[in-house]
């Protein structure tokens, strides 16, 4: 295998130049809304960043209602998401802005996870809060190299960063049980402190269900009876302060997420076992120099069975993904003149992954092997004048994909690498402290996952009955992308904020996922030529006192498919739809009594790009309620009674590859909260 370069020329800083718009009448530090570190990988307020930042903070995570226990259900409600996870055991293949479900990737503490796995593994109590960063961020922030699901992965349309709790303020442990529908089965325990400069947290999360039939009649899935699963969540996080400025802390996030069942047949069992590490390491080395160093491992191990189609008991195959990813990232940012801010840092992955396959013959097949490493260096200037507010940066990319097998056999092309330079720029002006408009642009890089090359079936299993997965295309050429949106943010009222935010993003031999058959349940990625996406988003939220806060957004979005293939062309992007609409609110009462109605619209979207053979899904109205009552309200003692309503109008919609909506389901229980 060829060495993997290692990129050692430094970046030349971007300063833009403006005109003097800039008004010295308003403040240089705009301190407004809360503190966010997504927008530079250092903590400032909101209004000092030219990207919009939507915080989830984790007092709204418990009245949330997440009906197939996904993590992206819990940004379900923001604006430009639309989400569409498959069920209870299958991943998220909503959109992000349009343009589909790989171009906003998820981080731990700014590490990058994968959209498609780890929202299925990791669990919202580990979490302080969760910062939602809308529009490019690929400068900072690098691509996924996840070979598995719908491949890479890029920041192109934003990023999704869970931030772990670290400094704790008080001790506290927290027990809940929960019984609800299809006798699902849910323990939860969690206990935080800190003891001198040691502040920790640890929990479990164990769910047991017979589940329900979640395939649409006639389906692949052929779903015979209940598919029973078990899935258990261990983790645990510390931080460790250096002195009593806190300004100096090393944090460690450990994981462990397993998950087995079956799919509604005696041979159709799963087995998931998922390990994700975060190390990160900061310092305040100065006044105006800091340090972060960041370290993850994840390992994701799937394995499944095949059993002949329409037979119950004949098993066809046992089959099996590895995969290993390591991230890591170092930077230093420096605050300058002003108020200004500098950030130059190197990030590094290295991916193993491999599918294999045991189909009853008393050995292994492996089907596809290979390697992947990114390397790249960046760099990002923030100038402030008043309360004008401009942003760029430069990213240099290294990609090496070295190939074993695809698909079973020796590869065309062994090793392909590929270098780009990335850029990013934004701009943000205060007309006054209530009222800004920013902008901002960038452009994103994404090579083909292996997956998509080499398929999880051969093509020569097209159409054959019981061979559902997807169909290899080794042909794929790598995707480039360009995004930029404008927009403003008004607060007119105290704990009162109103955004609007028009977008567009454009790839180049975009990389689709086009339904082949429905029976058997067949895939194949293509380029689908030039792939946009336009819209807005409008956005209107208020605190407006300790017992009552609301909210309400719409997003519009308007995806096509040019492309030099009649078939294809005018086609919508699969999972897109072209509106979205949310609304809720959170009454909380003086006698312990809360009630949270979460409300979502989905005009409907199309399950592939081909016009002819392509299927409509409308999932219309979604809508949940949590209620809580407090029945012991004790020094140091509580006890809350809940109940978590899903999907109340029992809208059983159909989704892609013979998935449905499961429909109305309830969890009622208990939580016993000690401090």
Partial sequence: MRKIKFIATGMITIILFFTAAAQEQVLDTIQIEEMVITGSRQYQSA????????????????????GNSNLTEAIAQQPGASVSVLSRNDANWGTYSGIGPKYSTYMLNGLPLDAFIDPMSLDLMAFQRIEIQQGPASVLYSNYLSQDFAGNQSPL??????????????????????????????????????????????????????????????????????????????????????????????????????????????????????????????????????????????????????????????????????????????????????????????????????????????????????????????????????????????????????????????????????????????????????FSIFANAGNSFIP????????????????????????????????????????????????????????????????????????????????AGQTSSTGFELAVNQQLNKYFSWYTNYTFMNTEVTNDLEELDGATVPFAPEHIANAGFTLKTGFGLNVTPAFNYNSGYFDSTSPTGRNEFVPGVLLNLFVSQRVVNQTGFLIDLFLKSYNLSDNQYEMPWGFKNTGFSVMGGFKVTLN
């Fill in 448 to 527: 083909p996952g292996l997956k998509s090359m080499g398929g999880t079936i051969a093509l020569d299993d097209k159409v054959v009955p019981g061979r559902n997965g997807q169909l290899p295309n080794p042909d794929l050429k790598p995707e480039s992308g360009l995004g930029a949106d404008i927009g403003a943010i008004i607060h007119p009222l105290k704990g009162m904020q109103i955004s609007l935010r028009t977008f567009y993003l454009l790839v180049d031999d975009a990389i689709v996922e086009t339904v082949v058959s429905e029976d058997p349940s067949q895939s194949q990625s293509i380029n």
């Fill in 157 to 434: 349309a934003g990023t999704i960063n869970l931030i772990l709790k670290d400094k704790i303020e008080s001790q506290e442990t927290q027990f809940s049980n929960a019984y609800g529908s299809y006798n699902t089965l849910n323990t939860q325990l969690f206990h935080q402190d800190r003891k001198g400069n040691l502040n920790y947290f640890a929990g479990i999360n164990f769910e047991n269900s017979d589940y329900t039939n979640y395939g649409t009649p006639d389906s692949w899935l052929n779903i015979q009876k209940d598919p029973e699963y078990q899935k258990a969540k261990f983790f645990a996080g510390a931080t460790w302060f250096f002195g009593e400025n806190e300004k100096h802390k090393m944090q460690v996030f450990i994981n462990k997420t397993l998950h087995k069942g079956d799919a509604g047949r005696i041979y159709r069992g799963f087995r998931h076992d998922y390990t994700t590490v975060n190390l990160n390491e900061s310092s305040q080395i100065n006044e105006v120099l800091s340090f972060n160093l960041s370290v993850g491992l994840r390992i994701y191990n799937r394995t499944w069975q095949e059993s002949h189609f329409n037979e119950v008991d004949s098993l066809l195959s046992n089959n099996g993904v590895d995969q290993v990813i390591i991230p890591v990232n170092v930077n230093i940012a420096w605050r300058h003149g002003n108020n200004h801010l500098l950030t130059i840092g190197t990030d590094y992955q290295a991916a193993r992954y491999q599918t294999h396959s045991d189909p009853l013959l008393g050995y292994t097949l492996y089907g596809n092997k290979s390697r992947a490493y990114q390397s790249g260096i960046y760099a990002q200037e923030e100038l402030r004048f008043g309360g004008f507010i401009a942003r760029g940066g430069f990213r240099l990319n290294y990609i090496e994909h070295s190939i074993d097998l695809i698909s079973g056999n020796n590869p065309g092309e062994p090793e392909i690498d590929y270098t780009r330079l990335l850029w990013n720029a934004g701009l943000k002006y205060h007309l006054t402290s209530n």
């Fill in 47 to 66: 209004g000092n960043v030219t990207q919009k930042i939507n915080v989830i903070a984790a007092t709204a995570f418990e009245p949330m209602v997440l």
